[in-house]
């Protein structure tokens, strides 16, 4: 049994936001005269408590041992612009009389934007065509199924290319490039690849 309560996005137009968008702020590769002129970056964000109770199945004849039920509090901050997109999370857990707090980087990227072309470098997400409920073409950003509570994913080390016509759109990603050879999983490097044309009443995809 799960009972998840959503606070409403907050949201600060002012102020800084730590060490870590003074970095961005340098990947950005604005000069200083354009960062002391450029506008704060908004933040925004929401916090979400949601608590996990668990009862064992009494109908059984030998109702297995579960675990006490554990409390979260989620807080995810976002910021955006100059060139500039990140994601961070917040989490704390409360299980009985243990605890963990951890903190996490979901998205952490500089872009470029060059007409036609599109360029990315740093932690993204790359979610490549949703169909019905499904993610069957994502080979760069695998994700949990059937979550009870969805929240943003974390992304991956890459380089990115991008390039959009009327008709036509492919992508050109290299994923965990400093990454061992031996990795795997979610740490493994690799190319990925995905082409899109339109002709006519007809899509062709394309994917490597």
């Not at 199945?57 to 039920?69: E, F, H, I, R, W």
């Not at 872009?111 to 760069?140: C, E, I, L, T």
């Not at 009870?148 to 009327?166: I, Y």
Request: with cysteine; glycine share 8%.
């Amino acid at each position: 049994m799960v009972h998840t309560v959503q606070i409403t996005d907050w949201r600060r137009t002012q102020g800084r936001f730590g060490l870590w968008i003074g970095l961005l702020a340098s990947v950005a590769c604005l000069s200083p005269v354009a960062w002391a002129q450029a506008q704060p970056l908004p933040i925004s964000g929401h916090v979400r408590v949601q608590q996990d109770d668990q009862q064992p199945n009494t109908t059984l004849a030998a109702p297995v041992p579960v675990s006490t039920g554990f409390s979260t509090l989620q807080t995810e901050l976002r910021t955006a612009g100059h060139g500039i997109a990140a994601v961070v999370t917040l989490q704390h857990r409360q299980q009985g009389d243990s605890s963990q707090s951890r903190a996490w980087v979901n998205e952490l990227y500089a872009s470029h934007d060059a007409g036609a072309w599109q360029f990315s470098a740093g932690k993204r997400v790359v979610s490549w065509d949703v169909g019905y409920g499904f993610r069957p073409n994502d080979m760069v950003q695998q994700e949990e199924r059937l979550s009870l509570a969805s929240s943003t994913l974390e992304g991956r080390p890459l380089l990115l290319a991008e390039h959009f016509s009327a008709d036509a759109a492919w992508t050109l990603a290299w994923v965990n490039p400093t990454g061992a050879a031996q990795s795997s999983a979610s740490q493994e490097p690799a190319w990925a690849a995905r082409v899109y044309q339109q002709r006519g009443a007809v899509d062709l995809h394309g994917f490597a």
